[in-house]
Nanobody, 118 residues
Framework: QVQLAESGGGLVQSGGSLGLSCAAS????????MAWFRQAPGKERELVGR???????VYADSVKGRFTISRDNAANTVYLQMNSLKPEDTAVYYC????????????WGQGTQVTVSS
């Protein structure tokens, strides 16, 4: 089992920056693909980006060039740095983890609200 806890959400003005953290416990994140998802009101949950075991990252087109995912395996923590934020980035952001060979993300955090004002 992996327990995930996000932190760092809040209110920021358009064009600003915000950093989220996802602290894991129970098992090491070095064995897991880590990802950030988000869900805006009335919309489906969408993948923001993922970090593979070696640190390679992939991002949704909507955030590419503005968001950066990083992981600190020693601290068992994953980060999401968000720059040049837009009102459409407003959502609840979730951290998730899956085993390398799993198809689904089995472990989820409780989510943290990010609100970008125009």
């Amino acid at each position: 089992q992996v327990q995930l806890a996000e932190s760092g959400g809040g209110l920021v003005q358009s064009g600003g920056s915000l950093g989220l953290s996802c602290a894991a416990s129970g098992r090491t994140i070095s064995d897991h693909v880590m990802a950030w998802f988000r869900q805006a009101p009335g919309k489906e949950r969408e993948l923001v980006g993922r970090s593979w075991l070696g640190g390679t990252t992939v991002y949704a087109d909507s955030v590419k060039g503005r968001f950066t995912i990083s992981r600190d395996n020693a601290a068992n923590t994953v980060y999401l740095q968000m720059n040049s934020l837009k009102p459409e980035d407003t959502a609840v952001y979730y951290c998730a983890a899956r085993d390398v060979y799993a198809r689904e993300y089995r472990y989820w955090g409780q989510g943290t609200q990010v609100t970008v004002s125009s």
